[in-house]
């Protein structure tokens, strides 16, 4: 059958882009929302953002069901079932089905209806467990994925495999993003769930109000490259208007940015004005060491975008869970 945009390309570019943004409610959907709002939206977008709320996109006839109502021209795909370190290893059949589901789900959604471009998120954890550093786009599927989350990791590895199928077998843009490590506000605070910056912050939180010490799970030793929300949001929005690739491009700070675990959990200490002590509770495993992404394909496009100085964004997003501790997702 002919896609839609075939017969209605000309439809289409007269009334803008209308572009729906899957898993809206989220650490990311919620940034770019913010961003969108305070001024990097354009006249001719329309921008849409829904949750798992809206529809259960593991389901097909949910999403193409969520697809017809809205009547997308490009989407932005960041739903997914996500969890940190401990959850992945309990659960990683789920992770695979789940997130295997709603990417095919909005995938073929997206071809049926003649959407024009998608950008999916990927993760830094997809890539393989043993390797060689910095690691960039093309090591993607060079080797298995690290053990504690391979059920997450295939299924996200997947998003790049049907995006060359599509563009091979139908000229589809479908295109996908590798962020390294994302916070800032609207994350999951869970210390048991969350990921480690979020975790921390709000174990910050919980020892300063109960006036006891901070127990950090692991020796702090490991390194992460963290990107905060809004700088992500920004290049989000760059990729969806100005990216033509269909392979994947990561965004992250530079590798000479990267930050070990001790010493976020000091600059959210000094956010956080806490005066206790700190613990590190090195019976516990530390996951992997290191996963030092190579941000040079970024910077060959954006030689001069500035990301938010680290402990600024920390800050920032110290003084967000302050202020909205009471609704915040614990």
């Not at 959907?29 to 593991?58: C, Y």
């Not at 095919?104 to 997206?110: E, I, K, M, R």
Request: aromatic share 10%.
């Amino acid at each position: 059958p002919t896609r839609p945009d075939k017969v209605a390309g000309h439809r289409v570019s007269m009334e803008g882009k209308r572009i729906l943004v899957t898993g809206g409610s989220g650490l990311v959907g919620k940034a770019i929302e913010k961003v969108v709002a305070d001024g990097e939206g354009r006249p001719d977008e329309q921008w849409i953002f829904i949750s798992s709320k809206d529809a259960d996109l593991t389901n097909a006839a949910d999403t193409k069901c969520l697809f017809e109502k809205h009547k997308p021209t490009h989407v932005i795909h960041l739903a997914a079932m996500v969890g940190g370190l401990f959850r992945n290893m309990k659960y990683n059949l789920d992770f695979l089905r789940n997130n295997l589901h709603i990417n095919d789900n909005v995938l073929h959604s997206a071809y049926e209806m003649g959407v024009q471009k998608v950008v999916s998120c990927l993760s830094t954890c997809i890539f393989p467990d043993k390797t060689t550093y910095p690691i960039d786009e093309t090591m993607i599927h060079n080797g298995p994925p690290h053990t504690s989350n391979f059920g997450y990791s295939y299924a996200k590895r997947m998003i790049d495999v049907q995006n060359r199928a599509y563009y091979e077998q139908h000229g589809c843009k479908f295109t996908s993003v590798i962020p390294t490590n994302v916070f800032g506000p609207h994350d999951n605070f869970n210390i048991d769930d969350g990921h480690v910056l979020p975790g921390l912050i709000h174990k910050v939180y919980s020892a300063k109000q109960n006036g006891t010490a901070l127990s950090i799970w692991g020796t702090g030793q490991p390194r992460r490259q963290f990107i905060y929300s809004l700088d992500l949001a920004r290049l989000f929005i760059w990729v969806l208007r100005e990216y033509n690739e269909v392979d994947p491009i990561i965004l992250s700070v530079g590798e000479e940015d990267e930050v070990s675990i001790k010493e976020a959990a000091e600059s959210i200490v000094a956010a956080m004005e806490f005066k206790g002590e700190l613990i590190f509770d090195s019976t516990k495993s530390d996951g992997q060491f290191k996963k030092t992404a190579s941000n040079h394909k970024l910077r060959k496009y954006l030689p001069d975008f500035q990301f938010t100085p680290f402990n600024k964004a920390v800050q920032e997003t110290c003084n967000w869970f302050n202020s909205n501790y009471a609704q915040a997702r614990k």
